[in-house]
């Protein structure tokens, strides 16, 4: 495998398929750490880094990281290897950048003014004491409400984390599709298809004027949130 090989780098052939590593150009890429995101659709901060031209080379990545300067979610993060990936933000100095999916399921970095936002969805739930309810977040963070379902998304502030607003998996709602053929692209729900024995629950959405159907596990309400 090589001297940069075993758990530190992967080969660009056996990298996320969620990471845009261009041929010919780099070999190796560092391997995120386990954390929020699955390994199938995260980047190490390092390569969003060196996308987002703040530094081109491992040596510029730990000297800015040593000095502090990077956030993710409105915390400081000094770890290269630390998981990036749907939705989170990124604050270098004045400049801030949302992670999104293309339409290729890759991730991209896009400038953004609303740094102290982001929208996440509720993947899991849980009672726990005094009859509170506790949400598992698709970025791993974990938030008590007692408004809200698996599907719905929650709008948190940053870096308080904080809920200011619930979108509902409900129709007539704006979301962005985050799996299979439409992925990357923005949607209106149209109809909630319930689940069968033999089916999973799906979802029509209305995408560019064309009803399409795609499993509900795939739709990211956001509402009015803009992403720019």
Known sequence: MGKRGGTKHLKRIS???????????????????????AISACAPLSHIMKEIGVAETMKEVKKIL?????????????EPKRAVG???????GDKSWRVLFDEKGRL???????????????????????GKIQFSLHDGRTISSNDGKVGDCLLISLPEGKIVKRY???????????????IG??????????????????????????????????????GDFKLE
């Open 15 to 37: 990298a996320s398929k969620a990471i845009i590593v261009k041929r010919k150009e780099k070999t190796w890429i560092q391997r995120p750490l386990p954390g929020p995101h």
């Open 66 to 78: 040593s000095s502090r300067l990077v956030y993710i979610d409105g915390k400081i993060v000094t």
């Open 86 to 92: 749907f939705m989170d933000v990124i604050s270098v």
């Open 108 to 130: 991209i970095v896009n400038n953004t003014k609303n740094k102290a936002e982001k929208v996440c969805r509720i993947e899991r739930k849980i009672r726990i004491q005094k």
């Open 168 to 182: 509902p998996l409900a129709t007539k709602m704006n979301c962005l599709i985050i799996g299979g053929k439409h």
């Open 185 to 222: 692209r923005n949607a209106v729900i149209e109809e909630l298809v319930s689940g069968t024995a033999t089916r999973i629950p799906q979802a029509k959405c209305n995408i560019a004027e064309v009803v399409s159907t795609t499993f509900r596990g795939y739709i990211f309400p956001i």
